[in-house]
Structures are given as C-alpha cells and as structure tokens.
T-cell receptor
Framework: SQTIHQWPATLVQPVGSPLSLECTVE??????LYWYRQAAGRGLQLLFY??????ISSEVPQNLSASRPQDRQFILSSKKLLLSDSGFYLC??????????FGSGTRLTVV | AQKVTQAQTEISVVEKEDVTLDCVYE???????LFWYKQPPSGELVFLIR??????QNEISGRYSWNFQKSTSSFNFTITASQVVDSAVYFC???????????FGAGTRLTVKP
C-alpha cells in the first residue's frame, strides 16, 4: 500500500538552531514530492516541490532549503531557524495529479 | 499562473443550519482538477472531493454537496444540516493537468455551535 511518513510530529527549537524534517514515501516510485507550510491561522503555502532525485524547485524565497537524496525521500532543512519559521509543515506526494497523499504534519515552534 | 480564492476567512453557524463555503479559482488552462479538503484540529488533511474541469455535474454525498460552475470559475461547497463535528478548516485547491502542483486557497474556518 502507498503511505507517507513524516516526522517528527512536533518540534520546539530555539532561534538560530538547525532544522531537519524528513518525509518518506512507500509503495510508489518517481512521485512528485511537495513541502507545504501553514502559518498560524493561515492557508497552505507551497514551499518546495521535486519531480526527481536532486531536482528541487522553490516557490518563495526563504530561510529554508529542501533536498531529495533518494527517490522517495524529501528533506526540509534550515541552517539557522527564525521565529517566522514557526508553523505546521506538511509533506505530500502525487503521481499524475489525480490524487495527493499528505503526511500527518510537523508542528514546529521556534522559541 | 493559478490562483484560488476563499474569501470567507471564518464562518460561524448554529448546528442544523446549512452553510456554503465559497471557492473561486483563476487559471488560463482549460484542463485542471479542483479539490476540497477538510483540516480538523489535529492538522491532517482529509480529502473530500476531486472534480475534473470537463465535468460540471454537481455532486452530493450525504450532507455534502458541491456546485461547480466554469462560467463563474467557482466550486462551492455546501454542508446541509451542519453538525459540531463539521467544525474544521476547509481548503479548496487547484491542480493543472500540465503541472501537478497543488495550489490551495487560504482556507475557511467553519465553527458549528451546538
């Protein structure tokens, strides 16, 4: 079956600390992968998407970066977190755009 | 470019009332998908419906119904006889056929009071 794993579920990090959120997909190959962020009380903003290994496209300039070291692994990183990086981060995948599978999300609080 | 607008930021109704959530989209493409998702307080996204741009037929699923009108670029969602469990944030989203990136509206927070 096709599943998506995203961890950790919650994270509290101090300003200036690094970040690494991981997302892995099972049961499919060559998926399109996405990172979304939802700031408190706001909508879902597309941050990064990837159509293949090593291929990353960024939607908005920001303090974050993404990498896809393996076909079914998508990592969201930051070298130094800002307060404004706080939010709810969702990973997702699709093949062909007919259906999307979302992870359970990571709630990041930068203090 | 693609854009989704959910003008209603928050809606509050009393249980058993009907409520309609509006969604207006913009795209120059003629082929696309439209989606609605529900986000309960736990945060996960729950898929509700997908509609193909070629299919303007309205759909009803229990207390939920959707009205898709290409002429007005709208894909509205109605909950009949709302219940407290319907309280959540609802997102409308658009995906183009030639670009699989899902773009969301800002969401509408629905509160159903007992």
């Amino acid at each position: 079956s096709q599943t998506i794993h995203q961890w950790p579920a919650t994270l509290v990090q101090p300003v200036g600390s690094p970040l690494s959120l991981e997302c892995t997909v099972e049961g499919t190959s060559n998926p399109n992968l996405y990172w979304y962020r939802q700031a408190a009380g706001r909508g879902l903003q597309l941050l990064f998407y990837s159509v293949g290994i090593g291929q990353i496209s960024s939607e908005v300039p920001q303090n974050l970066s993404a990498s896809r070291p393996q076909d079914r692994q998508f990592i969201l990183s930051s070298k130094k977190l800002l307060l404004s990086d706080s939010g709810f981060y969702l990973c997702a995948w699709t093949r062909g755009g007919l259906s999307y599978t979302f992870g359970s999300g990571t709630r990041l609080t930068v203090v | 470019a693609q854009k989704v607008t959910q003008a209603q930021t928050e809606i509050s109704v009393v249980e058993k009332e009907d409520v309609t959530l509006d969604c207006v989209y913009e795209t120059r493409d003629t082929t696309y998908y439209l989606f609605w998702y529900k986000q309960p307080p736990s945060g996960e996204l729950v898929f509700l419906i997908r509609r193909n741009s070629f299919d303007e037929q309205n759909e009803i699923s229990g207390r939920y119904s959707w009205n898709f009108q290409k002429s007005t670029s709208s894909f509205n969602f109605t909950i009949t006889a709302s219940q407290v469990v319907d309280s959540a944030v609802y997102f409308c989203a658009l995906v183009l056929y030639n670009n699989n990136d899902m773009r969301f509206g800002a969401g509408t927070r629905l509160t159903v009071k007992p």
